[in-house]
């Protein structure tokens, strides 16, 4: 069974940097595998997407310049590195596995969650 599980969050202040990592049990695939944010009063937010051999990377257009997302196959792990943090970056951050052929922006597009890791800026 696949399994996600999410590492890395934290409290930070404003410009500060983090690195989410996701470790999927079961492997890689060729999945597309996205990070998502959520807070307790918007819906989840499309942050970032990796394609599986990593040639296609999509990102939100508020992270834009500042966040990376990349993936080690042979580790079976994604990681998004945040850099020059703001407070709207505040959330809980999901990674998900996209269904098969999917590498886009909706949530509809991913069946495989994890639990998420908090990350909190202050300003």
């Known amino acids: 069974q696949v399994q996600l599980v999410e590492s890395g969050g934290g409290l930070v202040q404003a410009g500060d940097s983090l690195t989410l990592s996701c470790e999927i049990s079961g492997g890689l695939g060729n999945y597309a595998i996205g990070w998502f944010r959520q807070t307790p009063t918007k819906q989840r937010a499309f942050v970032a997407t990796?394609?599986?051999?990593?040639?296609?990377?999509k990102y939100a257009d508020d992270v834009k310049g500042r966040f990376t997302i990349s993936r080690d196959n042979a580790r079976n792990t994604v990681y998004l590195q945040m850099n020059n943090l703001k407070t709207e970056n505040t959330g809980r951050y999901y990674c998900?596995?996209?269904?098969?052929?999917?590498?886009?922006?909706?949530?509809?597009?991913?069946?495989?969650w994890g639990q998420g890791t908090q990350v909190t800026v202050s300003s």
């Open positions: 998900a596995r996209a269904k098969a052929g999917y590498n886009g922006i909706y949530d509809r597009g991913y069946d495989r």
């Open positions: 990796v394609s599986r051999i990593s040639s296609d990377r």
